[in-house]
Each structure stands twice: as C-alpha cells, then as structure tokens.
C-alpha cells in the first residue's frame, strides 16, 4: 500500500473513532438528564399515567380550573373509577391547592397517596418532593 493511501486511512478511522465517542458522550448525558428528570418527577406527563379514562379529562380539566372545592366534588363523584398512579397525582394535586384553607385535609389526603405509593409509581418522586411540606 502507498502511504498516502495509509494516511488516508488513518484519518478516516481517527475521525469515526472521534465521531463514535461524541454519540456514545451524547447518548450518555442524555440519559443522565433522563433519570434526573424521572427522580424530580419533572419527565413525568400526568395525562399520560394509567389509571383513568380519557372520558373523564374534560371533566377534570373543568374541576381543577374551578379550584379545590370543585375539584374535591369530582374526587368524590369520579374517585372510585380512577387508580394509581392517576388518582395519586390528581390528589397531590389537590392537596396543594387546598393546603392553604385546609391544611388537615391536606395532610390527610397526603397521608392516604404516601401510604399506598410504591417506589416504582412513577408519582412518587413528586410526593417525595411534598412530603416535607405536608409533615
């Protein structure tokens, strides 16, 4: 073989080595900020979470934007044709909007989604996050 032939070669597999290292760092950090975002609850779509059927997201959707009394009505109506992690999340979110009025209904209301959470729910990394306001 000529050597300009093997320089040639050598460039080429320098720089293919170049690139296969900056998508195996790229793949990486990805993945890094994907389980950062999964361990704050950050990643997590609440509308997207089992549990619930799509029929009732208007519904939901019109309770949470009349505030905690309306949304308190629709947990009491709806509550038993929802289940984890959907209802987890819906009712942390209600005891942050009734926190400030209520705060022993929320606490209360806390105390049942932390008691029944696993560490696999997609919902507990956020009800860890509450869970040092709600103690």
């Given at each position: 073989?000529?050597?300009k032939?093997?320089?040639?070669?050598?460039?080429?597999l320098v720089?293919?080595?170049?690139?296969?290292?900056?998508?195996?760092?790229k793949?990486?950090?990805e993945?890094?900020?994907?389980?950062?975002?999964?361990?704050s609850?950050?990643g997590?779509d609440p509308?997207?979470l089992?549990g619930m059927?799509?029929?009732?997201?208007?519904?939901?959707?019109?309770?949470?934007?009349q505030?905690?009394?309306?949304l308190?009505?629709?947990?009491?109506?709806?509550?038993?044709?929802i289940?984890?992690?959907?209802?987890?999340?819906?009712?942390?979110d209600?005891?942050?909007?009734?926190?400030?009025?209520?705060?022993?209904?929320?606490?209360?209301?806390?105390?049942?989604?932390?008691?029944?959470?696993?560490?696999?729910?997609?919902?507990?990394?956020?009800?860890?996050?509450?869970?040092?306001?709600?103690?």
């Open positions: 073989m000529s050597t032939l093997m320089g040639t070669l050598m460039i080429l720089l293919w080595g170049g690139y296969r290292i900056f998508v195996y760092y793949e990486v950090k993945r890094g900020w994907y389980q950062e975002q999964q361990a609850g950050k997590v509308t997207q089992a059927s799509y029929e009732l997201n208007s519904s939901l959707s019109a309770a949470q934007s505030g905690h009394a309306a308190k009505k629709w947990l009491d109506t709806y509550g038993r044709q289940q984890d992690p959907r209802k987890a999340w819906i009712q942390l209600y005891c942050q909007s009734v926190f400030r009025d209520n705060p022993q209904e929320a606490r209360a209301v806390f105390a049942s989604v932390r008691d029944r959470l696993k560490e696999s729910s997609p919902v507990y990394p956020r009800m860890k996050q509450m869970e040092k306001s709600f103690n």
